[in-house]
């Protein structure tokens, strides 16, 4: 529901919301260049001062404002005909025209009215609503998806629209929430919807009968500041009746012209000082930095609204169209779905039609969106979850866990998950056995045990459809076709050969960047944009799904390059390993944000062993920065399978690498990454202690092996691999 009420006021109003910022965004420098340009009263000047300066110069001046910039304007009349200026408080004589400016006034109408008056003012009052409807649904699904508020500026994952999305909102959302909020109470205002709270003095009822007092003998004009100034209106001097007029930041009263007497005074209301502060907020009268700040968060709205619309294209591509999807109330099903690329959705999907063809009324939703108080007619819930890297949860599951575990009433129906995840992985269904452990520790009742789906099994998928059937009473045959995304043939430029003399046969295969469109690369789409580190899924021939391939290459390279070593068995890896130049396969880009080296300047340790030295060498072939990267290099022989190995050369001549060590397994004194680690311990100690980042890529058991040394050389300094993880300075790619 949070996502629906921030997606469609954002789609729907995006150009009207767009002119909104950008028009309030040019008003916003206009209080700062007048607050320059205006010559500025002096801190201990008073009014009466300003008034004798500026009488001596025009002597019919009628009035003196002051803006809440320190602009002083003055008005009169000479021979007939009005006149103003502003005026430079330390001399009284004109500095500057007063006339309007322009672009200003053009600016104020379109923001304010659309030049269509008190009918464009509702159009603009309905825009800052769906404004405010954005920034509290916005705020809410930030927090869905860092795990709370108290993670509002955590790391994010994910493809890069969405994470620019996040990342301006973060920034911009209370200066939009403030912008929205009082823009709708100058609305109300300007209709007359809220009470005028002005300060309003009681006209004298009579006066001295004198006119042409010295401002210097008013008490009142010689002890109120300039800068307290609003307005001075001077009385006409031929009716000894008249009064000057003076309004300040405190109140309004009158001022014998005869006598300077003040004769009635009244203090500004409390309504009157609010309406002026909402009305500083939202303009920068009188706060031109704040304003200039807003008018810089405002400049955000048209990005979001495009990584916004970006993302929502995304993720009608990436998920599955859920239809007959009932409302949460009266569904007898609620299916939660954990998903990170959105392979997950396609099985929900699957799941959702065949319960739905049953005759069920079925809710589907992510896993972040669950809310038992919503599920008045549920049966039962089933959860279908992902895990993402080492257990953690998959982004539309962000958050669950935690309200699952401070839930104080279970939903009373029965539950059953489903964990999706790939057994060669020690942490095999991490999350979703996290889930199931949580719900079995507080007592929710179990529909079905808890059943973990290796490498997205459709068979397998089956099986458990019809154990599902049999608990709910239903004939449940769930045939799952997998949706792949938009793939592109691959042609095959050159190949590379190792490792037959080990036999290990590898190969670098590089491959030409197919043809993409603007757009794709413009959104950095499919081929439009990766990087080394990131996957290429290969569809073999003679099977549905798809296999991962580390890319050793980005865009800027001009090729696509992976490593391959033939698996006995490998269906895919066979086909691959059989290409030739000119050959082509058919393939797909998945992000793999994780896996990339981060912006910042501290040291790189790479450990790789065989194939896993693939996005590694991407990582330094890329590194023009040279920042220090150190390699931990596995091999058998480095006569046979040291791939990159030329390259290695020149990348430490010219700086990009910085120190190769090599473990070759097969000599006569074997070593592996992990003994060349313990071998170099005090300099891998410093390197970490120093702020270095760990990234290893390569098979499950020698990620392991890397894990315990590394707590072994950690260990006097207090450090842990699992800290370095929390902290994003240890990541893995492994299989």
Known sequence: MIRKLHRWPGLLALALLTLLALSGAALSVFPAIEHVAAPQADTGQNVAQLATRIQDVFPGVEQIKRAPSGQITAYWF???????????????????????????RWLTNLHRSLFLGDGGRIVMAVAAAAMLMLVISGAFLV????????????????????????????????????????????????????????????????????????????????????????????????????????????????????????????????WARLSETIYMLHTGQGAAVLGLVLGLMALGVPALGVTGVIVWLAGRRGRPRIRANAPASRAETILLVGSEGGSTWGFAATLHKALTQAGQNVHTTAMSAFDPTRYGGAK??????????????????????????????????????????????????????????????????????????????????????????????????????????TSHSLTLISRRDYGAEVQAPTAILRFALPKTSFWHRLTARGFGRFQAGDLVGIVPDGSAIPRLYSLASGTRDGFLEIVVRKQLGGLCSAQLMELAPGDTVTGFIRRNSVFHPDKSNAPLI?????????PLAGFIRNNTRQRPIHLFFGMRDPESDFLYGAEMRDWQSVGRLSQLVKAVSRSERPRYVQDALRAERAEVARLIRDGARVMVCGGRDMANGVADALADILAPTGLTPIALKAEGRYVEDVY
């Open 143 to 270: 927090v869905r998806r860092t795990g709370g508020w108290r993670r509002w500026f955590a790391p994010l994952r994910g493809p890069l629209a969405g994470r620019i999305h996040v990342e301006i909102a973060r920034v911009a959302v209370l200066g939009l929430a403030l912008s929205s909020v009082t823009a709708l109470w100058m609305t109300a205002s300007t209709f007359d919807l809220l009470p005028d709270g002005e300060a309003s003095a009681a006209f004298p009822a009579s006066t001295s009968g004198q006119t042409g007092v010295a401002f210097a003998q008013s008490d009142t004009l010689a002890q109120t500041p300039v800068a307290d100034l609003r307005k001075l209106s001077f009385p006409d001097p031929r009716d000894a009746t008249d009064v000057f007029t003076l309004t300040t930041d405190q109140g309004t009263g009158y001022i014998d012209q005869g006598t300077g007497e003040l004769l009635s005074w009244a203090d500004q209301t409390g």
């Open 606 to 614: 790479l450990i790789g062993a065989g194939t896993g030295v693939g």
């Open 78 to 104: 000479e021979n007939g005909t009005p006149g103003a200026a502003i005026i430079d408080p330390a001399t009284g004589q004109s500095a500057a025209s007063a006339d309007p400016n322009q672009l200003l």
């Open 380 to 485: 039962r819930i089933i959860i279908l979850a992902a895990t993402y890297g080492d257990g953690d949860a998959p982004s539309s599951a962000k958050g669950f866990l935690g309200r699952l575990e401070t839930l104080e009433a279970l939903p009373d129906v029965p539950l059953a998950v489903l964990g999706f995840g790939d057994r060669s992985f020690s942490n095999y269904c991490g999350y979703a056995k996290a889930v199931a452990s949580t719900a079995a520790s507080k007592g929710w009742q179990e529909l079905l045990p808890f059943h973990a789906l290796d490498r997205q099994s459709p068979q397998d998928f089956a099986r458990w459809g019809r154990a599902l059937g049999t608990a709910m009473g239903l004939d449940l045959d769930l045939i799952h076709h997998p949706v792949l995304p």
